[in-house]
C-alpha cells in the first residue's frame, strides 16, 4: 500500500486543522491505520491509530480529547481531526499502514509495527 499525507499547515494556538492520507490499492480496508509524528531533533512518536473497520481506536495521552482518527474505506482514506492544537504539537505527521493486515481490533502503537510510511505533512503551531 503506498500512502500520501496532506493537510499540515501553520495555525495558531487554539486552532484546528484536519490531516488526510490517502491510500492506494484495493487493500486498504485490510489495514488497521496509524499517525506519528516527529519533531526537529526528537524522536518519531505515536499519535494515534484506528483498526480495519473504525471501530476501535487508541490514542497517545497527549493528544486524547484534542485529536480523533477516523476512516473512510470507501475513499481509501484516513483522517486525523486536531482540535485545541498547542505549540508543542509542532512536528511532521506521518500516516502508516502496519506490517500485518486483516487483523481485527489492531491498533498498534510501536513504530516497529509499521512497515508502510507516507512522506509526511508539516504542521507547525504558533504560540
Known amino acids: 500500500v503506498q500512502l500520501q499525507a496532506s493537510g499540515g499547515g501553520l495555525v495558531q494556538a487554539g486552532g484546528s486543522l484536519r490531516l488526510s492520507c490517502a491510500a492506494s490499492?484495493?487493500?486498504?480496508?485490510?489495514?488497521?491505520m496509524g499517525w506519528f509524528r516527529q519533531a526537529p531533533g526528537k524522536e518519531r512518536l505515536f499519535v494515534a491509530a484506528i483498526s480495519r473497520s473504525g471501530s476501535t481506536t487508541n490514542y497517545a495521552d497527549s493528544v486524547k480529547g484534542r485529536f480523533t482518527i477516523s476512516r473512510d474505506n470507501a475513499k481509501n482514506t484516513v483522517y486525523l481531526q486536531m482540535n485545541n492544537l498547542k505549540p508543542e504539537d509542532t512536528a511532521v505527521y506521518y500516516c502508516?499502514?502496519?506490517?500485518?493486515?486483516?487483523?481485527?481490533?489492531?491498533?498498534?502503537?510501536?513504530?516497529?509495527?509499521?512497515?508502510?510510511w507516507g512522506q509526511g505533512t508539516q504542521v507547525t503551531v504558533s504560540s
Open positions: 490499492g484495493r487493500t486498504f480496508s485490510s489495514y488497521a
Open positions: 502508516a499502514a502496519p506490517i500485518y493486515r486483516n487483523v481485527m481490533g489492531y491498533t498498534p502503537r510501536g513504530e516497529g509495527d509499521y512497515g508502510h
